[in-house]
């Protein structure tokens, strides 16, 4: 995890911050008087405000609000890293953002981040160019082995306190170290999340696995995300990448390309939204393989 002046931030820095801290819960009782700056932040941040994901069909449905913890879930190779990460590539124009991927090398998080600014064969000069404008303002945590959900717990928490991080990605919940069967072990991270993201008043991306199902064809939902059902009850919003494998087919088979290229390649579904307005809704995307970009219109060939 790189830190300024190019410092990296060492495993024993980090340690066990996280179980150091005074995690203890408090009790408090106040009068409901003492809330009203609490109340207009809740109008301004929280209900209208946010930052926007990098679409404009998207800005009426959603926005990503500090104190919200996000899960982002599809089936395999349905593109839900890469989604993230170019979602990601804007937000941390504006936002310090730390990316924890276990699935990933630091190498090729950030080679493909390169790419989805539109170059699929960038040179030395323009990646030195693009590390330039990123640094500072995105952090990779780099495990280098196996970790746990302690660790990364204590990763968000120094991050957050220490280094102003407000965004993290979290890539994925099956790589912190707890078994598929150990749903309590789930749930328990998952709380420990969404109780982080409300104390430190960031915004917590957790990507998920969607559930084996007989065909990847159908629509997905909040109920699809692998493991513990109490994973997305945790959560104060639900998103689900889902790769259009039916187009994909109907190509491969011999179908016209100019009667298929108004159909989305992958449609992205907001499945839960506790906050802001509450919608629900869905977007199709159109996937430009060679960057790895999710644009809002067919590509013109």
Same mark, same amino acid.
């Given at each position: 995890?790189? &830190?300024?002046?190019?410092?990296?931030?060492?495993?024993?820095?980090?340690?066990?911050?996280?179980?150091?801290?005074?995690?203890?819960?408090?009790? /408090?009782?106040?009068?409901?008087?003492?809330?009203? $700056?609490?109340?207009?932040?809740?109008? *301004? =941040?929280?209900?209208?405000?946010?930052?926007?994901?990098?679409?404009?069909?998207?800005?009426?449905?959603?926005?990503?609000?500090?104190?919200?913890?996000?899960?982002?879930?599809?089936?395999?190779?349905?593109?839900?890293?890469?989604?993230?990460?170019?979602? &990601?590539?804007?937000?941390? /124009?504006?936002?310090?953002?730390?990316?924890?991927?276990?699935?990933?090398?630091?190498?090729? %998080?950030?080679?493909?981040?390169?790419?989805? %600014?539109?170059?699929? =064969?960038?040179?030395?000069?323009?990646?030195? =160019?693009?590390?330039?404008?990123?640094?500072?303002?995105?952090?990779?945590? $780099?495990?280098?082995?196996?970790?746990?959900?302690?660790?990364?717990?204590?990763?968000?928490?120094?991050?957050?306190?220490?280094?102003?991080?407000?965004?993290?990605?979290? =890539?994925?919940?099956?790589?912190?170290?707890?078994?598929?069967?150990?749903?309590?072990?789930?749930?328990?991270?998952?709380?420990?999340?969404?109780?982080?993201?409300? $104390?430190?008043?960031?915004?917590?991306?957790?990507?998920?696995?969607?559930? /084996?199902?007989?065909?990847?064809?159908?629509?997905?939902?909040?109920?699809?995300?692998?493991?513990?059902?109490?994973?997305?009850?945790?959560?104060?919003? *639900?998103?689900?990448?889902?790769?259009?494998?039916? !187009?994909?087919?109907?190509?491969?088979?011999?179908?016209?390309?100019?009667?298929?290229?108004?159909?989305? $390649?992958?449609?992205?579904?907001?499945?839960?939204?506790?906050?802001?307005?509450?919608?629900?809704?869905?977007?199709?995307?159109?996937?430009?393989? !060679? %960057?790895?970009?999710?644009?809002?219109?067919?590509?013109?060939?």
């Amino acid at each position: 995890m790189a &830190m300024q002046n190019n410092v990296v931030v060492t495993e024993k820095e980090v340690g066990n911050y996280y179980s150091s801290r005074n995690n203890s819960e408090h009790l /408090k009782i106040k009068s409901p008087s003492l809330y009203k $700056d609490d109340i207009m932040s809740y109008f *301004s =941040d929280d209900v209208k405000g946010g930052l926007p994901l990098p679409y404009i069909k998207t800005e009426e449905d959603f926005r990503i609000r500090m104190g919200e913890l996000t899960i982002v879930s599809g089936y395999s190779g349905h593109g839900k890293t890469a989604w993230l990460s170019h979602v &990601m590539l804007h937000l941390c /124009k504006t936002t310090k953002a730390l990316i924890a991927s276990f699935e990933m090398l630091p190498k090729a %998080t950030l080679g493909r981040m390169c790419m989805q %600014t539109n170059n699929s =064969d960038p040179s030395e000069l323009y990646i030195d =160019d693009f590390l330039a404008k990123i640094e500072h303002k995105l952090y990779l945590y $780099d495990a280098e082995g196996e970790t746990s959900a302690e660790k990364v717990l204590s990763v968000i928490y120094y991050a957050a306190e220490k280094l102003n991080v407000k965004l993290f990605v979290v =890539d994925s919940l099956m790589k912190c170290g707890i078994n598929e069967d150990d749903l309590n072990g789930q749930k328990n991270f998952a709380n420990k999340l969404a109780v982080a993201a409300r $104390d430190l008043k960031i915004h917590i991306f957790l990507v998920a696995h969607s559930r /084996k199902t007989a065909d990847e064809h159908g629509s997905p939902s909040k109920f699809d995300v692998a493991g513990s059902a109490n994973i997305t009850n945790m959560a104060d919003n *639900s998103i689900s990448v889902h790769r259009n494998k039916k !187009k994909e087919k109907e190509l491969q088979e011999g179908a016209d390309p100019q009667e298929l290229k108004n159909l989305p $390649d992958c449609t992205v579904y907001l499945n839960k939204q506790r906050h802001g307005n509450g919608a629900e809704s869905r977007w199709g995307f159109y996937f430009d393989p !060679k %960057t790895f970009r999710y644009l809002e219109s067919p590509r013109i060939t």
